[in-house]
């Protein structure tokens, strides 16, 4: 037992929090009606998240589209306003922040965007790309100086310093995501928010992006928060892993606790059901394969939000109690009340019927309730 | 004779004013009956460009279609429109990549599966709506009478690609191509949709053609994987051998370029340098030569030739020696 503890301890790094999320919460509310809006429900995108990035380390976020990974990283930056909870960046609640203390935080933290062409403005060239956040921040300090700057921004992202002249779509897809790294580095951010950094490009590329945003957090002593779906990608790049499901953290561990003993059922489904690419691992491994579909963030089960696909369910507790994320082993949380048990293999895996899933309040084929137009509020 | 010969098939697209870009250049492959076969590629290496040949679903202008696509000895680039419509759905199924966009989403499902029954079974609407009930419901849609009066909207991602799964199988095609037909899904849903796969080719004996960029896909469900590089087959074997020696520098590059799952952490991935965009043509050279650590001169000079051996075939001057560990890293 010991000897699998080691390693978490270890390899946990040592160091303070960078970011530390209280309790978050960011709920999108569902508006229906033509002059009065009036809220009908909420999407629960993100509903009660705590975690902490500690400095200098990689914390990966993982899980289904839909699962609120996202929502979870732009409301850390304040790019989606959180409903509710705290965001400590270094000491400072980034909730409570307004204006130019909000603008000057944000130096300190940059985002690095899924789909490299829409996120680079197509009639920018590179230059005025990079030298725009410089600008901002009062980091342009005369041209020789940006231009320097700008140079060797350049070759830490491995692009040639002609590329300054270039407009976006000159580029591939993986160069636009290294020019898009070399914007979040420019105004010498702290932490990096990196959304799906690969998932839109080739497979030969997607190493090359993830081999340089490893150099750079060695060159820079970078934090990353890598939200991904890919488990591979981010079990490879990451020290700490946290599995999203439904708005909330189902289980946090290193990336090598978790793939060894992966603790929450939704986790071992997820890791089961990745692919690896050697046949006679294909064969032999045993899949756990969920039956139906995620169910609707805007209507999300009662208790235990997996407990509608879950083959470990038990009749007392799941339906009724959200289980809280628990330390089950040193460094290792989950969110399950009956996670000692699967571990012990005291409670087997069983069959599971197929739930259809509602989107109850928001389905587009709901009448609308309210006016269906102008002249029907004035003549009732 | 195999079900499905593919002979020297080029697609060349034309368009006035520009130089003429060769899709596929001279692919050749077979498919048996109840056999699996992978298209592995990234994008732009014409592996779908292949399957709409394939299917004759390219457009009628602009592009120049060559080669054979013989299905049980009929060669069908020479049937006309006729003949091929009334091909395709009943012995040729196909499943595209992105379920919404592939679903007509102003007609209900249920009317999408029986417009295949009626046109190419004969059934009455009556029933070719039971049947069509019975095929989502196999197809693993629960409460399926209910999901016939629905839209595509109204239904998940995973939801409706089965649902377009079961409009390929309508019929009991010989022959289903699926062309990336998890890549728009979520890594559990993909996990339920190639299941579903493998149980039709294993239960109803179709030949399968799947088109993926993923290896881990391929790893478990082909049994032959042709390896397309730039338009064409660089490396054709079967699975066992092909994951476990990969000789053209292409595939090796490709399985040490991308993490696993069970491999040891910590250890730098070794990345394929450069981008697709670095091609040399095919006229003079291996396209692949501007990437490729193992290139020699003679790559940007000769032609390589596909070469048949025991187990695989391999299109390559100076291929990696079997055994050999992860490329050591070049800079890009």
Same mark, same amino acid.
């Given at each position: 037992m010991t000897a699998a503890v080691e390693p978490a301890a270890t390899a946990a790094p040592v160091g303070d929090a960078l970011v530390s999320v209280e309790g978050l919460k960011i709920h999108f509310p569902i508006k229906r009606g033509l002059l009065v809006d009036r809220t009908v429900g909420h999407v629960y995108a993100v509903d009660g998240v705590d975690l902490r990035i500690n400095r200098g380390e990689t914390y990966g976020l993982?899980?289904?589209?839909?699962?609120?990974?996202?929502?979870?990283?732009?409301?850390?930056?304040?790019?989606?306003?959180?409903?509710?909870?705290?965001?400590?960046?270094?000491?400072?609640?980034?909730?409570?922040?307004?204006?130019?203390?909000?603008?000057?935080?944000?130096?300190?933290?940059?985002?690095?965007?899924?789909?490299?062409?829409?996120?680079?403005?197509?009639?920018?060239?590179?230059?005025?790309?990079?030298?725009?956040?410089?600008?901002?921040?009062?980091?342009?300090?005369?041209?020789?100086?940006?231009?320097?700057?700008?140079?060797?921004?350049?070759?830490?992202?491995?692009?040639?310093?002609?590329?300054?002249?270039?407009?976006?779509?000159?580029?591939?897809?993986?160069q636009r995501q290294r020019i898009g790294i070399a914007r979040a580095?420019?105004?010498?951010?702290?932490?990096?928010?990196a959304d799906?950094?690969?998932?839109?490009?080739?497979?030969?590329?997607?190493?090359?992006?993830?081999?340089?945003?490893?150099?750079?957090?060695?060159?820079?002593?970078?934090?990353?928060?890598v939200i991904a779906h890919d488990l591979a990608v981010v079990r490879h790049i990451s020290d700490r892993v946290g599995v999203m499901y439904l708005g909330g953290l189902v289980e946090e561990a290193t990336s090598d606790d978790l793939y060894a003993e992966p603790l929450h059922p939704y986790t071992r489904a997820l890791l089961s059901a990745i692919p690896v690419p050697d046949p006679e691992v294909e064969d032999r491994r045993e899949r756990i394969l969920l039956t139906g579909d995620l169910p609707s963030p805007a209507n999300p089960p009662k208790g235990c939000r997996f407990?509608?696909?879950?083959?470990?369910?038990?009749?007392?507790?799941?339906?009724?109690?959200?289980?809280?994320?628990?330390?089950?082993?040193?460094?290792?949380?989950?969110?399950?009340?009956?996670?000692?048990?699967?571990?012990?293999?005291?409670?087997r895996p069983h069959e599971v019927e197929a739930v259809l899933v509602e989107e109850d309040g928001v389905s587009p084929d709901m009448p609308l309730v309210g006016p269906a137009s102008v002249s029907e509020v004035l003549n009732p | 004779m195999a079900l499905l010969e593919v002979r020297d098939l080029r697609v060349v697209? &034309? @368009? =006035?004013?520009? +130089?003429?870009?060769?899709?596929?250049? $001279?692919?050749?492959?077979?498919?048996?009956?109840?056999?699996?076969?992978?298209?592995?590629g990234e994008s732009g290496c014409g592996k779908s460009v292949t399957s709409l040949a394939i299917m004759g679903l390219l457009p009628s202008r602009g592009n120049k279609v060559s080669g054979q696509v013989r299905f049980e000895g009929t060669d069908l680039l020479t049937l006309s429109d006729k003949d091929m419509r009334d091909r395709r759905g009943r012995d040729l199924g196909m499943v595209f990549q992105d379920p919404l966009s592939s679903l007509n989403p102003v007609i209900p499902i249920g009317l999408q599966v029986t417009e295949v029954l009626e046109r190419h079974r004969g059934m009455s609407r009556k029933a070719a709506m039971v049947e069509a009930a019975d095929?989502?419901?196999?197809?693993?849609?629960?409460?399926? &009478? @209910? =999901?016939?009066? +629905?839209?595509?909207?109204?239904?998940? $991602?995973?939801?409706?690609?089965?649902?377009?799964?079961?409009?390929?199988?309508?019929?009991?095609p010989r022959l289903l191509i699926a062309d990336e037909p998890t890549t728009a899904l979520d890594v559990t849903i993909q996990a339920q949709i190639l299941a579903l796969l493998k149980e039709l080719v294993r239960d109803t004996g179709t030949a399968l053609i799947m088109i993926t960029h993923d290896l881990?896909?391929?790893?478990?469900?082909?049994?032959?994987?042709?390896?397309?590089?730039?338009?064409?087959?660089?490396?054709?074997?079967a699975r066992y051998p092909l994951f476990a020696d990969p000789r053209h520098p292409y595939t090796h590059g490709l399985l040490a370029s991308i993490p696993r799952l069970d491999g040891a952490r910590g250890e730098k991935l070794v990345p394929i340098k450069g981008s697709v965009a670095d091609n040399i043509p095919w006229d003079h050279g291996c396209a692949f030569a501007p990437r490729c650590p193992n290139a020699l001169p003679v790559c940007r000079e000769v032609t390589p030739e596909l070469e048949a051996g025991d187990v695989r075939s391999l299109r390559c001057h100076n291929p990696?020696?079997?055994?050999?560990?992860?490329?050591?890293?070049?800079p890009a």
């Open positions: 993982v899980g289904e589209s839909g699962c609120g990974k996202s929502t979870l990283g732009r409301g850390m930056l304040r790019l989606v306003e959180p409903t509710d909870g705290r965001v400590l960046f270094d000491g400072t609640d980034l909730v409570g922040l307004k204006g130019e203390e909000l603008r000057r935080m944000r130096r300190r933290m940059q985002m690095v965007f899924q789909d490299p062409m829409s996120s680079l403005d197509p009639r920018q060239s590179v230059e005025s790309l990079l030298v725009e956040g410089l600008r901002a921040h009062g980091l342009d300090k005369g041209r020789e100086a940006t231009g320097k700057r700008l140079r060797e921004l350049l070759s830490a992202v491995g692009l040639p310093s002609t590329s300054l002249r270039k407009y976006p779509h000159e580029f591939s897809g993986g580095l420019a105004v010498e951010p702290d932490l990096i928010i799906e950094p690969v998932s839109a490009l080739d497979v030969s590329v997607q190493a090359q992006v993830v081999n340089l945003l490893e150099d750079l957090q060695d060159e820079f002593g970078l934090t990353y928060l407990h509608t696909r879950c083959p470990w369910k038990q009749a007392t507790r799941c339906d009724t109690e959200r289980p809280e994320l628990r330390e089950v082993l040193p460094g290792h949380k989950v969110a399950c009340h009956w996670a000692e048990d699967i571990r012990a293999g005291r409670i | 697209f &034309q @368009r =006035r004013g520009t +130089e003429p870009f060769t899709a596929v250049d $001279g692919v050749s492959f077979d498919v048996d009956p109840g056999q699996t076969v992978g298209l592995v095929l989502l419901g196999r197809v693993g849609i629960p409460d399926p &009478q @209910r =999901r016939l009066s +629905e839209y595509p909207h109204q239904l998940s $991602g995973g939801m409706r690609q089965r649902a377009l799964i079961a409009i390929a199988l309508a019929c009991r881990g896909v391929v790893a478990g469900l082909c049994d032959e994987v042709n390896v397309l590089y730039g338009g064409r087959v660089v490396e054709k074997a990696v020696l079997p055994g050999t560990p992860a490329a050591q890293e070049v």
